[in-house]
């Protein structure tokens, strides 16, 4: 069984011969690859690179094409910083005029993104090369709650969300930019993405309340969910943080798959998202276990993790981005765990 077969028998609730494994790698695929972050992000040939060799080291079922959390905003002209060897960051807003944000969240922009088209063909690279042996899933960061929030701008944003005069301005700027990142993931399904994925962290426990999350950004995950279950290609949604207060909601949204953090009480949203047919994604801590941790720490919460799925509902890996500097004995530790218990 190839890891592009186990991975898409998992997903549609199939047995496999064991869990697959998938971990969020770009910074150390980069980084052991002999690429620095600038190197990476701007050659689709060393994204490709970097990726299949951090796959065939390690012996992962699918590679996760990521570049930043950055591509969609600079895409439509918010100002971005491109460290020499760390992922790019957003410095500011674009603008807080909503006709103006709207205005800027052109599909055609994603055409005209050289960011956008490195990461296209990214996928395409692999993909040609990998065929079904590997599963390529293209990631899409970020979706509707965390691009309005981006453009706007990350303090001004917040302060004006509990604003009822102006609540109707935001609702139609994150569906606004909902349109926008649904227009990304069809590009990405296009290049050849296997699975496309999200992340949309802004709208977590963490930063908001339940409430506000229920409001501001789950008609957007439904919509991002619908799109994609018409598109027949799978699409897995990323919060970080604790979601135990929206676990239900977000896994009723009708995602294929659901990237779940390590601060979430993990047997519990096994459960729920048992019940709904969902797949998990993670949810290992990518510093305290990965990074920080030993060996031995490493394959003590993957076996806990894989014993509480009982070797289904699973695609195992980090709940998030594992950073530069973690050390390959983990990572060979981890893989070792799931090839061999």
Do not use: W
Request: hydrophobic residues 40%; negative net charge.
């Amino acid at each position: 069984m190839t890891g592009f077969e186990r991975t898409m028998r998992t997903l549609k609730g199939q047995a496999t011969d064991r869990v697959p494994m998938m971990l969020h790698s770009f910074m150390p695929a980069a980084a052991e690859a002999g690429y620095s972050m600038e190197a990476y992000r701007t050659s689709p040939t060393a994204i490709a690179d970097a990726h299949l060799r951090f796959a065939e080291k390690y012996g992962m079922d699918g590679i996760l094409i990521d570049i930043d959390t950055c591509l969609e905003a600079s895409a439509i002209g918010v100002p971005v910083d491109y460290p020499m060897d760390e992922p790019a960051r957003v410095t500011g807003g674009l603008s807080n005029r909503f006709d103006v944000l709207r205005g800027a969240m052109d599909a055609d922009m994603l055409l005209q993104s050289e960011r956008i088209g490195i990461a296209l063909e990214a996928v395409r690279i692999a993909k040609e090369k990998v065929g079904n042996d590997l599963l390529v899933r293209g990631n899409c960061d970020q979706a509707g709650f965390s691009l309005a929030m981006l453009a706007f701008g990350m303090h001004d944003f917040f302060m004006v969300l509990t604003d009822p005069e102006i609540e109707q301005d935001i609702l139609d700027l994150i569906d606004r930019a909902t349109d926008f990142h649904i227009a990304f993931h069809r590009l990405m399904r296009q290049a050849g993405a296997d699975v496309t994925s999200f992340g949309d962290s802004s709208c977590g426990p963490d930063l908001i309340s339940p409430e506000m999350y229920r409001k501001f950004a789950l008609p957007s995950h439904k919509r991002i969910a619908a799109e994609a279950r018409m598109s027949g290609v799978p699409t897995v949604c990323h919060i970080c943080g604790n979601l135990d207060k929206i676990i239900a909601d977000v896994a009723g949204a009708g995602f294929t798959g659901i990237e779940v953090d390590y601060k979430t009480d993990i047997p519990r949203a096994q459960g729920i998202l048992g019940e709904q047919n969902v797949v998990m994604f993670g949810p290992l801590d990518p510093s305290g276990v990965f990074y920080y941790g030993s060996p031995k720490k490493v394959r003590e919460e993957t076996q806990k993790v894989l014993l509480c799925f009982g070797g289904k509902g699973l695609v195992i890996g980090a709940g998030c981005a594992l950073p530069k500097g973690t050390l390959e004995e983990n990572i060979k530790a981890f893989a070792d765990s799931v090839l061999n218990g």
